[in-house]
C-alpha cells in the first residue's frame, strides 16, 4: 500500500515538473519572435538615441530667442534651456537662476513571481526605472522679478531580459525635456517680458 502510494507521488511530481518545463521551453522558443515587441517600450531609448546622449544637452527644438540679454547668477552654464543659453551676456541688466533637480525610482517584479513566470522568458517587464525632473527659472532685473518658470518631467522605462536602460539615458531625455518646457513657457511670455524688461532701463 505504501509502495503504490509513494510510486504515485512520484509519477505526479514527474509529471509536474514535465509540464512546467515544457512551458519554460516554449517561453524560450518564442522569445526571439517577441523579444524585439515586448523589449524596448514606447519611447525608449535606441542605440543613436544613446550615443547622441553622450554629446552636450540640448533639445531638438531651436531656441527661441528672448528679447533682452541677462547674466547667470546661478546655475551651469553648460546646462540650460536654449532660449536662455543663448541670451547670456556679461553686459546685461537681466539675471538669470536656474536649477534642476533629479530624483530616481526603481521597481523590481519580486524574482518568485518572475523566475516561474513563461512570460518573463518571452520579454514581458522585470521591473522599471524612473527619472523626474524638476526645473526652476527666475528672471529679475534689479530688485524686480520679471519672471518665475517651473517644470516638471517624470520617464519610466521598463527593463526585460532582453533590454536594460540606464539611468543616464533617462536622466538626459528628462533633462532635455524639462529645459524644452521652460522654453515653451518663455516662448509664450516673451511678450509681456519684452514690456517689463524695457521699463526697468
Excluded: W
Excluded at 510510486?7 to 519554460?24: E, N, P, Q
Amino acid at each position: 500500500m505504501l509502495r503504490s502510494l509513494l510510486v504515485s507521488v512520484f509519477h505526479r511530481i514527474t509529471a509536474d515538473l514535465l509540464a512546467i518545463g515544457l512551458c519554460v521551453l516554449f517561453a524560450g522558443c518564442t522569445a526571439q519572435t517577441y523579444a524585439n515587441s515586448f523589449s524596448a517600450p514606447n519611447g525608449a531609448s535606441s542605440a543613436n538615441d544613446t550615443a547622441a546622449a553622450a554629446e552636450p544637452e540640448q533639445t531638438a527644438a531651436a531656441a527661441v530667442p528672448l528679447p533682452f540679454k541677462g547674466r547667470l547668477i546661478d546655475g551651469n552654464p553648460k546646462a540650460l534651456p536654449p532660449a536662455v543659453a543663448a541670451a547670456l551676456s556679461d553686459n546685461g541688466t537681466v539675471v538669470f537662476n536656474y536649477r534642476e533637480e533629479l530624483t530616481h525610482d526603481h521597481y523590481t517584479v519580486p524574482l518568485a513571481i518572475s523566475a516561474f513566470d513563461p512570460l518573463t522568458y518571452a520579454g514581458y517587464p522585470l521591473g522599471s526605472y524612473s527619472v523626474t525632473a524638476f526645473a526652476t527659472l527666475g528672471i529679475s532685473q534689479g530688485d524686480r522679478v520679471l519672471g518665475d518658470y517651473t517644470a516638471k518631467v517624470h520617464l519610466t522605462r521598463n527593463y526585460t531580459l532582453y533590454y536594460q536602460p540606464t539611468y543616464l539615458e533617462l536622466e538626459h531625455a528628462a533633462k532635455a525635456q524639462v529645459r524644452e518646457k521652460i522654453d515653451q513657457q518663455l516662448y509664450r511670455d516673451a511678450p509681456r517680458l519684452a514690456a517689463a524688461a524695457g521699463q526697468g532701463r
